[in-house]
C-alpha cells in the first residue's frame, strides 16, 4: 500500500492560491496548513473524511466488542450482549 504525502504548505500561501486551489489539491492528496513552520489545519476530500470516519466507527465498534467480551468473562452476572450494550450506550 502506497501511502500519499501530503502537500504541505504554509496558511498565507494557501491563502493567496485561493479555496480553488486547495479543494481541487485535496481531491488528490491531503493539504498540510501550516502558521510559522507548525502544522494547524489538514484539508482533505470530503471522500477521505468520510472513510476515515468510518475506519475510526470500526475500530471504537471493535474496541467496545472486546471490552464487552472481557467484561463478560469476568462477571457472572452479565451476558456478553448485556455488558455490550452497556458499554455502547455509556460511549
Known amino acids: 500500500m502506497t501511502t500519499i504525502q501530503p502537500l504541505t504548505m504554509s496558511s498565507t500561501v494557501a491563502a493567496r492560491r485561493g479555496i ?5 489539491e485535496a ?10 513552520g507548525k502544522p494547524v489545519a489538514v484539508v482533505v476530500s470530503a ?6 470516519r468510518r475506519l475510526l466507527r470500526d475500530a471504537e465498534l471493535k ?3 472486546i ?14 450482549d448485556e455488558a455490550r ?6 460511549g
Request: net charge negative; no cysteine.
Open 20 to 24: 480553488g486551489f486547495l479543494t481541487s
Open 27 to 36: 481531491q488528490e492528496r491531503p493539504v498540510k496548513l501550516t502558521s510559522h
Open 47 to 52: 471522500a477521505e473524511y468520510d472513510e476515515q
Open 63 to 65: 474496541v467496545l466488542s
Open 67 to 80: 471490552a464487552a467480551d472481557l467484561v463478560a468473562d469476568r462477571s457472572t452476572m452479565l451476558a456478553v
Open 85 to 90: 450494550e452497556r458499554l455502547l450506550a455509556a
